[in-house]
């Protein structure tokens, strides 16, 4: 599975970015899409993933209430969207996709089999 992430950019805090993840193979019932995000000097951590199947989404604490994933079943393709973006959240983003999690596994990247390139969040203060 290929997985193309995009949408990152510069913005402002208080502002909003969507970011994309596409993937080249029609994403069966079992997948499971993640993001993560890692900042320069910090490990890689879990943001949010979605559950194919029944649509469930599930996020980190820190952006609870602020980002909001979505699905395009057409374009195999999940999206995320980020208001009220803060500096904090600024990292290279990478999208990530599993046919064989478990939910406890969700926010680990290590147990994700396939890894979109990264793509750049910056937000200024």
């Known amino acids: 599975v290929h997985l193309q992430a995009c949408g990152g950019g510069v913005v402002q805090a208080g502002g909003s970015l969507r970011l994309s993840c596409t993937a080249s193979v029609r994403t069966s019932s079992r997948f499971i899409m993640g993001w993560f995000r890692q900042a320069p000097g910090k490990e890689r951590e879990f943001v949010a993933a979605?559950?194919?199947?029944?649509?469930?989404?599930y996020y980190a604490d820190s952006v609870k209430g602020r980002f909001t994933i979505s699905r395009d079943n057409a374009k195999n393709t999940v999206y995320m969207q980020m208001n009220n973006l803060k500096p904090e959240d600024t990292a290279v983003y990478y999208c990530?996709?599993?046919?064989?999690?478990?939910?406890?596994?969700?926010?680990?990247?290590?147990?994700?089999?396939?890894w979109g390139q990264g793509t750049q969040v910056t937000v200024s203060s």
């Open positions: 990530a996709a599993d046919s064989r999690l478990i939910l406890s596994s969700i926010r680990y990247a290590s147990q994700y089999d396939h």
């Open positions: 979605y559950k194919w199947d029944g649509g469930y989404s």
